[in-house]
Nanobody, 121 residues
Framework: QVHLVESGGGLVQPGGSLRLSCAASGFTFSSYAMSWYRQAPGKERELVATITSAYGSTNYADSVKGRFTISRDNAKNTVSLQMNSLKPEDTAVYYC??????????????WGQGTQVTVSS
């Protein structure tokens, strides 16, 4: 059974830092690209950061470049998101995602339950 369990969310003041973690189980973690998405109230879910399975290449949304860092530990089946210089507009529920493309061109997606991040003074 697949599980993605996020942790590390909470309330932080503007300019502060948080580190989100996602513990994965039930699938071959090293074969999946891992991403963090977020969804603010009244807005669509948006991609924040991705780290690939093969080479660990990373990509970030323009809004978080230079402030957020995604990393993965394939030995521990975890992916993390270090968030620095947080802004009120970073407030959202953050979701962990695992994705793999199949040989026939499909996509396998797994999602965590989300963790709330609130940036407020």
């Amino acid at each position: 059974q697949v599980h993605l369990v996020e942790s590390g969310g909470g309330l932080v003041q503007p300019g502060g830092s948080l580190r989100l973690s996602c513990a994965a189980s039930g699938f071959t973690f090293s074969s999946y690209a891992m991403s963090w998405y977020r969804q603010a109230p009244g807005k669509e879910r948006e991609l924040v950061a991705t780290i690939t399975s093969a080479y660990g290449s990373t990509n970030y949304a323009d809004s978080v470049k230079g402030r957020f860092t995604i990393s993965r530990d394939n030995a521990k089946n975890t992916v993390s998101l270090q968030m620095n210089s947080l802004k009120p507009e970073d407030t959202a529920v953050y979701y962990c995602n695992a994705r793999r493309r199949t040989i026939v061109g499909g996509v396998v997606d797994y999602w965590g339950q989300g963790t709330q991040v609130t940036v407020s003074s």
